[in-house]
């Protein structure tokens, strides 16, 4: 659960969480069980979407013309805001991609999903999101913006003509109305 190498890495992680108050033997179960304090919940910052705080997921359409958009565009902008954002075709993996990306989708605080392309999944991916009570940022490349779908039309998309300009916007976006993580250090 806890990735550790051996049972001398797990007892300083949890003497450690136990040293923060983040970490407590549960007294009433005997052995090594443990409970998370009022204290580390907090500082786990829980979001109302049951998100990850600090994490993000992007869907769009995994074409070789949309790497510059992820890579230079929505990586930067998202990390800029000090947020991690995940990608589900970048992450390897040995489980069927859609699992992999329901599961990412639930893991997320918010999700950034760009419609260029036109992509029926990016549409479900998205709709699954907003389902689940996350926040969902939209954007699309100038040249698709007439082509989107008349039932998402009313949702405000950013409407991107470069690269450049895709993580200005996104950036500012995102700090507008979701802020800026900042993970707890106390």
């Known amino acids: 659960m806890i990735d550790a190498a051996n049972k001398k890495e797990v007892d300083f992680l949890i003497g450690t969480l136990g040293e923060q108050g983040l970490l407590v033997q549960n007294e009433q179960i005997t052995g090594r069980h443990y409970r998370i304090t009022a204290r580390g919940w907090n500082y786990l910052r829980p979001v109302d979407s049951g998100g990850i705080a600090g994490t993000a997921f992007a869907a769009m359409w995994f074409d070789p013309q949309m790497d510059a958009p992820y890579l230079q565009g929505i990586v930067p902008a998202i990390e800029s805001c000090g947020f991690t954002v995940n990608r589900v075709d970048r992450t390897p993996h040995n489980d069927q991609i859609t699992d992999r990306i329901m599961a990412g989708i639930r893991s997320a605080q918010f999700v950034v999903a760009d419609f260029t ?31 989107l779908h008349f039932d998402t039309r009313q949702y405000l998309h950013i409407k991107w003509s470069t690269v450049e300009h895709l993580r200005s916007a996104l950036e500012d976006h995102v700090r507008a109305t979701i802020g800026s993580w900042i993970p707890r250090r106390d």
């Open 117 to 147: 392309g036109q992509r029926p999944s990016v549409y479900y991916e998205a709709g699954f999101a907003q389902g689940l009570g996350k926040t969902v940022v939209r954007t699309c490349r100038d040249t698709d913006f007439g082509d």
